[in-house]
Structures are given as structure tokens and as C-alpha cells.
């Protein structure tokens, strides 16, 4: 059997519409899909999403649903679906038909071929305002140099088909915080990527700002790096350098009797030296509150209703 795990927020309009086109898809390859479920996420929307999940749950028995106390955000809601999934392995994708159903086909011809993980990687990104590409590029050169192996997973998307093995094994993982695409690439396996180009949105609008998307950013790649605190030290080494040829400078023309180096100098480092501390200390600090949650342990997810 095959589990379709899809993360809802304030989704009514897509889901009718994903369920329509998915359960037809599958329906013409019945041969190849025999047996499928499909578990929606309510992600705390504020809509009639949860009301649309139940009717479709009353006309359809292969439909699961879960419904969390509010909004935990897309990760939290893949990780309950995989936690739900009674599959032999399970593909996750968006509920706004972004991530077209036709090619679930194809990732589960892969995966009897004995692929363990396909993921489908963006081809290009449709309609996307250029700064939000300048940030997906950054995000990934950052994420690229991290310190976990097989990373590299420019334009990977959320699109993926796991195996039960490697939905076990990502199941066993502590953290409460969890980047999906991140994990997925970590744990290994056989894995095959399949190319797509991403279509627009069927209905609604994307949940996406500026600022939540930074802080994504920044929450998922301080999972998985510890670059950023090397780079603390690198550039404490950088001033360290420079402290050293100006205190040799600086001593020089004191003992040459020359006129004291003016007022400006000492403004300026004072100001460098202060905002890199800050910066530093800032960068120390979000590890600090990552390390602050994650002691807490507290639940990824709290769920209301469980159908
Ligand atoms: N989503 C979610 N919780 C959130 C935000 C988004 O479950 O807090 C779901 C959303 O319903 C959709 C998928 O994640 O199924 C992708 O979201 P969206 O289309 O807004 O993101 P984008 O495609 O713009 O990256
Ligand atoms: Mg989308």
C-alpha cells in the first residue's frame, strides 16, 4: 500500500480538487498502485479545511485525517503523517497541486526498481519574485556547506516517496525541531531524483512571507550546521591579525615621536568591534535557544481530532 501524506493550512478550496485528481490518477494505475490511503494534515487553519478533511472521510474510507490544536508549521504535519502512515512507503506533497500527482506513478515505478528514497527536484521555479530565488540560492549555498554528508539538494522539494525503512528510521529521530528535506538526505539510502517543473498553485495563496521564510531558513540550516559558529571564530581571528598591525603601527610612530593617529581610527574600530561582537554574540546566542528548545523536549505537534 501506498500512504499520500498531505500538509493542509487553510486549504479548503485546493483539497477537493487534489482529491479529485490524485484518486483518479491513481485510479488508472491500479495495476501498478493496488492499495493507497491519503492522510491530510490540518496544520491549525483557520478556514473550513478540517470540515472539508471530515466530509471526504465520510465518503471515502481510504482517507485519513488529523487535526492539530493550531498551526506547528509544514514539517511538524509531514511528521505526523509519516507517523500515521500504515504504507509500504509513502510520497508527501503540498495540497495545492504544486506538486503534480501524475508523477506518483513514475517515483513508485522507482521505487519497485529499489529505489528507497525519490525525490522530485524542482526544474524551475515558476513565478517566483526574484528575491525569493536569491534567498532559496543562498539558503542552499549555505546549506551545501554544511557538516552533514549528502547535502546537496539545491531545488529538492518536499515531493519525495520514502520506504518504510527509512520512514522508521526518520521516525526514531529526537529533535523537535525537524527539517524534512534536510533528514531525508541525511539518513542515505538508494536514492533517485526526478526532475519536474513546478506548476502554480491551484487555489489560495502561499503561506510564505519574507520574514518566516528567513527564519525557516535560518531555524533548518542551524539544524544541520555548525558553520555559522566557526565563522564567529574565523572572523575573531581576521581582527585579531589586524589588532596586532595596528598596535605595531600604533607603537611605532609612538616611539617615533610622531603625532598621535587621530580621533577617527579609534571611532571606527570601536564601532567595528562592537557590532562584530554583537553579531557574533547574536549568532552564540540562536544556538543557544535551539539548544534551549530542544532540551525541553516538548511534543512536535499536539493533536485535536484523529480520524
Ligand atoms: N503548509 C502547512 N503548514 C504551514 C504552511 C504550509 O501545512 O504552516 C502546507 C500548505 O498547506 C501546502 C504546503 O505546506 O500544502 C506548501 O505550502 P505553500 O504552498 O504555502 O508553500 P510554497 O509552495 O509557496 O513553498
Ligand atoms: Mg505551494
Given at each position: 500500500?501506498?500512504s499520500?501524506i498531505?500538509?493542509?493550512?487553510?486549504?479548503?478550496?485546493?483539497?477537493?480538487?487534489?482529491?479529485?485528481?490524485?484518486?483518479?490518477?491513481?485510479?488508472?494505475?491500479?495495476?501498478?498502485?493496488?492499495?493507497?490511503?491519503?492522510?491530510?494534515?490540518?496544520?491549525?487553519?483557520?478556514?473550513?479545511?478540517?470540515?472539508?478533511?471530515?466530509?471526504?472521510?465520510?465518503?471515502?474510507?481510504?482517507?485519513?485525517?488529523?487535526?492539530?490544536?493550531?498551526?506547528?508549521?509544514?514539517?511538524?504535519?509531514?511528521?505526523?503523517?509519516?507517523?500515521?502512515a500504515?504504507g509500504?512507503c509513502a510520497v508527501?506533497?503540498?495540497?495545492?497541486?504544486?506538486?503534480?500527482?501524475?508523477?506518483?506513478?513514475?517515483?513508485?515505478?522507482?521505487?519497485?526498481?529499489?529505489?528507497?528514497?525519490?525525490?522530485?527536484?524542482?526544474?524551475?521555479?515558476?513565478?517566483?519574485?526574484?528575491?525569493?530565488?536569491?534567498?532559496?540560492?543562498?539558503?542552499?549555498?549555505?546549506?551545501?556547506?554544511?557538516?552533514?554528508?549528502?547535502?546537496?539538494?539545491?531545488?529538492?522539494?518536499?515531493?519525495?516517496?520514502l520506504?518504510?525503512?527509512?520512514?522508521?528510521?526518520?521516525?526514531?529521530?529526537?529533535?523537535?525541531?525537524?527539517?524534512?528535506?534536510?533528514?531525508?538526505?541525511?539518513?542515505?539510502?538508494?536514492?533517485?531524483?526526478?526532475?519536474?517543473?513546478?506548476?502554480?498553485?491551484?487555489?489560495?495563496?502561499?503561506?510564505?512571507?519574507?520574514?518566516?521564510?528567513?527564519?525557516?531558513?535560518?531555524?533548518?540550516?542551524?539544524?544541520?550546521?555548525?558553520?555559522?559558529?566557526?565563522?564567529?571564530?574565523?572572523?575573531?581571528?581576521?581582527?585579531?591579525?589586524?589588532?596586532?598591525?595596528?598596535?605595531?603601527?600604533?607603537?611605532?610612530?609612538?616611539?617615533?615621536?610622531?603625532?598621535?593617529?587621530?580621533?577617527?581610527?579609534?571611532?571606527?574600530?570601536?564601532?567595528?568591534?562592537?557590532?562584530?561582537?554583537?553579531?557574533?554574540?547574536?549568532?552564540?546566542?540562536?544556538?543557544?535557544?535551539?539548544?534551549?528548545?530542544?532540551?525541553?523536549?516538548?511534543?512536535?505537534?499536539?493533536?485535536?481530532?484523529?480520524?
Amino acid at each position: 500500500m501506498l500512504s499520500l501524506i498531505v500538509p493542509s493550512c487553510n486549504e479548503e478550496a485546493s483539497i477537493p480538487l487534489l482529491y479529485n485528481r490524485t484518486t483518479e490518477i491513481l485510479l488508472q494505475h491500479k495495476d501498478l498502485i493496488t492499495a493507497f490511503e491519503i492522510i491530510f494534515v490540518d496544520d491549525g487553519s483557520n478556514d473550513n479545511t478540517w470540515p472539508t478533511i471530515k466530509s471526504l472521510m465520510q465518503e471515502d474510507e481510504r482517507i485519513h485525517g488529523i487535526k492539530f490544536s493550531r498551526n506547528f508549521g509544514k514539517e511538524s504535519a509531514i511528521f505526523a503523517g509519516l507517523n500515521k502512515a500504515k504504507g509500504d512507503c509513502a510520497v508527501v506533497m503540498d495540497c495545492d497541486l504544486q506538486h503534480p500527482p501524475e508523477l506518483i506513478s513514475e517515483m513508485y515505478e522507482q521505487y519497485l526498481q529499489g529505489y528507497q528514497i525519490v525525490r522530485c527536484v524542482k526544474k524551475h521555479r515558476n513565478k517566483e519574485p526574484i528575491l525569493r530565488k536569491l534567498c532559496n540560492v543562498l539558503f542552499f549555498c549555505l546549506f551545501d556547506s554544511s557538516d552533514s554528508t549528502r547535502l546537496s539538494i539545491d531545488n529538492a522539494s518536499d515531493f519525495q516517496l520514502l520506504d518504510r525503512k527509512v520512514i522508521d528510521y526518520i521516525l526514531r529521530f529526537q529533535e523537535t525541531s525537524l527539517f524534512f528535506r534536510g533528514i531525508s538526505a541525511y539518513v542515505g539510502f538508494k536514492t533517485k531524483d526526478i526532475e519536474f517543473d513546478v506548476p502554480e498553485r491551484v487555489a489560495g495563496f502561499s503561506k510564505w512571507s519574507y520574514p518566516s521564510l528567513i527564519q525557516y531558513a535560518f531555524s533548518n540550516m542551524s539544524a544541520f550546521s555548525s558553520k555559522p559558529l566557526q565563522l564567529v571564530t574565523f572572523s575573531g581571528i581576521i581582527l585579531l591579525v589586524l589588532a596586532i598591525i595596528l598596535t605595531i603601527r600604533t607603537l611605532y610612530v609612538y616611539f617615533m615621536d610622531a603625532a598621535a593617529p587621530g580621533i577617527t581610527t579609534v571611532i571606527i574600530l570601536l564601532l567595528f568591534i562592537g557590532s562584530m561582537l554583537m553579531f557574533s554574540l547574536g549568532i552564540i546566542g540562536f544556538y543557544v535557544g535551539k539548544i534551549f528548545e530542544e532540551v525541553k523536549h516538548r511534543p512536535r505537534y499536539i493533536i485535536d481530532e484523529e480520524k
